[in-house]
Nanobody, 125 residues
Framework: QVHLVESGGGLVQAGGSLRLSCAAS????????MGWFRQAPGKEREFVTA???????SYADSVKGRFTISRDNAKTTLYLQMNSLKPEDTAVYYC???????????????????WGQGTQVTVAS
């Protein structure tokens, strides 16, 4: 079992920045893949960005140029640096983890094995 703990969410003004963290613990397995999704009230869960074991990244068009995904050297802690935040970025952000991921970034939520509880990001206009 893999336990994911997210942190770093909060309230920021439009144009501000936040950095989210997701620490994976328990029976982590290498290689793995990790990613970030978000869900606004009344909306479907939305892909944000993903990172493969080999370091390849994928970003949703809505966040390209503003968000950056990264990981620590152990590849068990995932980060999301969010810059130039907009009110439409307001959502609960979830990190996701997959055992034995391929080198290809995983962009569909159905293909992940474990999820965090989410952290609220609110961007005021």
């Amino acid at each position: 079992q893999v336990h994911l703990v997210e942190s770093g969410g909060g309230l920021v003004q439009a144009g501000g920045s936040l950095r989210l963290s997701c620490a994976a613990s328990g029976r982590t397995f290498s290689p793995n893949g990790m990613g970030w999704f978000r869900q606004a009230p009344g909306k479907e869960r939305e892909f944000v960005t993903a990172l493969s074991w080999s370091g390849w990244t994928s970003y949703a068009d809505s966040v390209k140029g503003r968000f950056t995904i990264s990981r620590d050297n152990a590849k068990t802690t995932l980060y999301l640096q969010m810059n130039s935040l907009k009110p439409e970025d307001t959502a609960v952000y979830y990190c996701a983890y997959r055992w034995g991921a391929t080198a290809q970034p995983i962009v569909m939520w159905q293909n992940y094995d474990y999820w965090g509880q989410g952290t609220q990001v609110t961007v005021a206009s």
